[in-house]
């Protein structure tokens, strides 16, 4: 998958991405949020949410991202893709910045939390070196079946 620039010479990324469902419409999701404690606004992003169509489908909205990477962990792909420690390994992605709760609780269950994925904190670096705390999606027990 390929990242576009936001802007020539701009160091973000922008992903532009309502959430639909299987039959094509509009999904309304309930008010209450998974976790009524969100403490981040940032997401780290590897597989199918680098996809700027896949974006505009979801949250309906350009959200700016940056490059960057996940020491120790690497990619894999079943079905759908999943990240796993791995010393040595690096996943290349993105930060997704700017996200709102609503924008986690559509991503969550575009995730389907919590039967494929977790969503948990990790820390990433970001391509100017420093350290990011994000959330990342893990996957359940089916990636290391």
Do not use: S
């Given at each position: 998958?390929?990242?576009t620039h936001a802007s020539a010479g701009s160091n973000l990324w922008q992903f532009e991405a309502p959430f639909v469902d299987e039959t094509g419409g509009i999904e309304h999701l309930k008010e209450e949020t998974m976790n009524s404690e969100i403490d981040g606004v940032t997401l780290f992003v590897y597989g199918t949410l680098i996809d700027a169509a896949e974006r505009i489908r979801l949250?309906?909205?350009?959200?700016?991202?940056?490059?960057?990477?996940?020491?120790?962990?690497?990619?894999?792909?079943?079905?759908?893709?999943f990240i796993a420690r791995q010393t040595g390994a690096t996943?290349?992605?993105?930060?997704?910045?700017?996200?709102q709760p609503r924008d986690l609780e559509i991503l969550d269950r575009y995730e389907n939390v919590p039967q494929l994925y977790t969503r948990e904190r990790i820390e990433v670096v970001a391509a100017d070196g420093r350290a990011v705390g994000c959330w990342v999606y893990l996957p359940t027990g089916w990636a290391s079946e």
């Open positions: 998958m390929e990242l949250l309906g909205r350009p959200v700016d991202a940056t490059p960057a990477r996940l020491p120790g962990y690497t990619r894999g792909q079943k079905r759908y893709f996943v290349e992605g993105a930060i997704l910045e700017g996200l």
